[in-house]
């Protein structure tokens, strides 16, 4: 990134007026100290690394469920355990970490969920047992569950607020690089070298990215007083219920339900096994879909970003959108007589793609209806929701295959595969009829706070300690026009 790009992206030092007594007409501005750009780059880069490096541990899974199948001598149901454990424990502890993250910051937690998950890497690489692969599993997840809203935290103390949305989505789809990591390179490397070897490359890499951590990363510059101070537990304890009561952070945890979970499935555990034993590509050529899908995130996410900047009002109609093209594209290759052409199975994976940045929308609710001393929380709440139905989805598809399979077949057939996948859609309806309800209600409630306004609804905008809230520009943080009610949904 050139310099020039790096101050367009994160702006220097804020001004702001003296307030002993007021500034009379002409007299100076003082200026709060903020970080540079460099350093505040520095950071969030290596932060991003360790939430890349989550998600290569996340996907390393799915791209070797075939392989752990005869590995561990087991059935589709059963491998599903593995990604439901994995996932269960994401999902359990988003809550807890996010208390966590108020209380402790970022930096403590992203060096714990690293640790936890070369752990879980070094388990899994030696283990012949059911129940220690299970367990590497539930390490691996609980190291992640530590890792992105980490990282989110480190965006909201380190950049100005209207930056927000497109750092949220740039955090998300460069994360995304850790899928290729694992679709292509450690597939390869499986391959050649064997299991053991493979998943001791994996925790090796993750070593390397804790250390990154420890060495760069920090939790705030300090631009003002009481950044670091850890509050209390009880503190603590009331924002999260207040983050809970906030309508429009249930609308986050519906958005990151209804948009997130078909295409984390299909990454996660089943895209692989649906292609190659499904649709009967060969492994590479899974692999280079898989490759291509995470592709198409890193390029749909600045769009989505630039999008939910410039109309901010119609955040959850995106939403919308993004889910039924994917209802849509699944309902065509769920119909389609026999094997999906290839141009089909792209166009599959490349609308699912979508699906991770329209979960991050999610979170910019989180950060837009929540002040910066709460986000940890209402981050946790949030990302409940995509993995809460990714684990219902999972395990729905490994028992559907096992029902649907004939007795004494090697592999699910192809109409064993569309049944399962079919399970999606009543997690699409339920999904989509709670981003509306929540919509109305944060309308709503914003209506009630503020009924001066004329737009439709909104939310408070939050800004870290320091900033001012229009972003030092005279607009409002997060980008666009519609001031602040314009932004609620």
Request: some cysteine; glycine content about 12%.
């Amino acid at each position: 990134m050139s310099e020039r790009a790096a101050d367009q992206l994160f702006p220097g030092p804020v001004r702001r007026p003296r307030r002993h007594g007021g500034r009379r007409p002409g007299a100076p501005v003082s200026v709060v100290p903020a970080p540079t750009v460099r350093r505040a780059t520095v950071v969030w880069a290596v932060a991003v690394t360790a939430y890349l490096a989550a998600v290569f541990h996340r996907s390393s899974l799915g791209v070797t469920g075939v392989e752990a199948t005869h590995r561990f001598a087991i059935n589709a149901s059963a491998l599903a355990v593995f990604s439901v454990a994995q996932l269960a424990v994401y999902a359990a502890m988003q809550i807890p970490v996010g208390v966590l993250l108020d209380r402790y910051g970022s930096r403590r937690l992203l060096l714990a969920g690293g640790a936890l998950m070369v752990t879980g890497q070094l388990c899994f690489a030696v283990a012949t047992d059911v129940r220690l692969a299970v367990a590497a599993r539930v390490l691996v997840g609980l190291g992640d569950a530590m890792t992105f809203i980490s990282v989110l935290r480190i965006v909201a103390f380190w950049f100005p607020g209207r930056r927000n949305p497109l750092l949220v989505q740039l955090t998300g789809t460069v994360g995304q690089l850790g899928a290729i990591l694992a679709a292509v390179p450690l597939v390869a490397l499986l391959h050649r070298a064997g299991w053991t070897p493979a998943f001791l490359v994996a925790a090796g890499l993750g070593a390397t990215t804790v250390l990154l951590v420890l060495v760069a990363v920090r939790d705030a510059p300090h631009v003002g007083p009481g950044v670091a101070v850890t509050p209390a537990l009880s503190t603590v304890r009331r924002e999260l219920a207040a983050a809970w009561a906030q309508p429009g952070t249930r609308l986050g945890l519906w958005t990151h339900f209804v948009a997130q979970f078909s295409g984390a499935v299909f990454a996660l555990l089943w895209g692989y096994p649906f292609l190659v034993q499904g649709q009967g590509l060969p492994p590479t050529a899974a692999a280079s879909l898989l490759s291509l899908m995470t592709v198409g995130t890193l390029l749909a996410g600045p769009v989505v970003a630039h999008l939910c900047a410039r109309h901010p009002v119609h955040r959850s109609a995106l939403v919308l959108v993004v889910t039924g093209a994917s209802a849509g594209v699944w309902a065509v290759v769920l119909a389609w007589p026999g094997r999906s052409p290839h141009w089909l199975l792209v166009a599959l994976v490349l609308v699912l793609a979508l699906g991770g940045p329209g979960a991050v929308i999610g979170f910019d609710y989180a950060r837009t209806f929540n002040p910066v001393h709460r986000i940890g929380s209402a981050t946790g709440i949030v990302n409940v929701g995509g993995f809460v139905a990714s684990i219902v989805l999972v395990l729905a598809i490994g028992v559907v295959l096992d029902l649907t399979t004939p007795a004494g077949a090697s592999a699910p057939p192809l109409s064993a595969f569309r049944w399962a996948f079919a399970v999606q859609y009543l997690l699409w309806a339920l999904g989509a009829v709670q981003v509306l309800r929540y919509r109305n209600a944060a309308r709503r409630g914003a209506r009630a706070a503020d009924p001066g306004r004329s737009a439709t609804a909104g939310a408070a905008v939050c800004v870290p300690p320091g900033e001012r809230p229009d972003g030092g520009g005279g607009r409002p943080a997060g980008g666009g026009s519609d001031g602040p009610m314009g932004r609620a949904a």
